[in-house]
């Protein structure tokens, strides 16, 4: 059975970089064709995609937000990490992580809900 | 950066059927396959439709997918009041970054 959980912190002040970590069961990183990614949605908004690693460490960035992510994956952990450098308000957002094989993003973590406020 | 553009919202009774469409261009979906995705009022997105037209084991087969040139379009047939969610379609752009669409609240009347 394949879970992901987001986990980092609720509340960030701008400026500040956002860490959050992926943990997840049932699937390896290390396998051909798998990938894990980052997907956010601000409250009332559309889903935004930002990040994703594969099992090779290939790495694919939102280009809107390319200067500002880092996403680096642990396989010996089972974690994939997604920093967001400089955050602001507009950061505001849950932020999900998500198993990817192939063209198919078929799991999904629960989401969790960041807010960027002074 | 692509954006894949949708109606804000669809309606229908029950039972009958609904089509979304999702617009793209040649850099994303004239040149990628789409994926579909249903998102129930606080839940996380849930694939329905990946490489066009493939349904996940357990999808009903309500819920089909079809693409032509730089467009794509979900249709939800024998509407029932649980398909009240928003739909997103997405899409590899140029396989480098991949795209939502706008998304498509549907409303059961």
Redesign the interface.
């Known amino acids: 059975q394949i879970t992901l959980k987001e986990s980092g912190p609720t509340l960030v002040k701008p400026t500040q970089t956002l860490t959050l970590t992926c943990t997840f069961s049932g699937f390896s990183l290390t396998t051909t064709g798998v990938g894990v990614?980052w997907?956010r949605q601000p409250p009332g908004k559309?889903?935004?995609?930002l990040a994703?690693v594969y099992w090779d460490d290939d790495k694919?960035?939102?280009?809107?937000l390319k200067s500002r992510l880092t996403i680096t994956k642990d396989t010996s952990k089972n974690q994939v990490v997604l920093t967001l450098t400089n955050v602001d308000p507009v950061d505001t957002a849950t932020y999900?992580c998500a198993h990817r094989l192939g063209?198919?993003?078929?799991y999904?973590?629960?989401?969790t809900l960041v807010t960027v406020s002074s | 950066q692509s954006v894949l553009t949708q109606p804000p919202s669809a309606s229908g009774t029950p039972g009958q059927r609904v089509t979304i469409s999702c617009s793209g261009s040649s850099s994303d979906i004239g040149s990628n396959t789409v994926s579909w995705y249903q998102q129930l009022p606080g839940t996380a997105p849930k694939v329905l439709i990946y490489n066009n037209y493939q349904r996940p084991s357990g999808v009903p087969d309500r819920f089909s997918g079809s693409k032509s040139g730089t467009s794509a379009s979900l249709a939800i047939s024998g509407l029932q009041s649980e398909d009240e969610a928003d739909y997103y379609c997405a899409a590899w752009y140029h396989s480098l970054a991949y795209v939502f669409g706008t998304g498509t609240k549907v409303t059961v009347l």
């Open positions: 990614g997907i559309a889903l935004e995609w994703l694919r960035y939102s280009p809107s999900y063209t198919r993003q078929d999904w973590g629960q989401g």
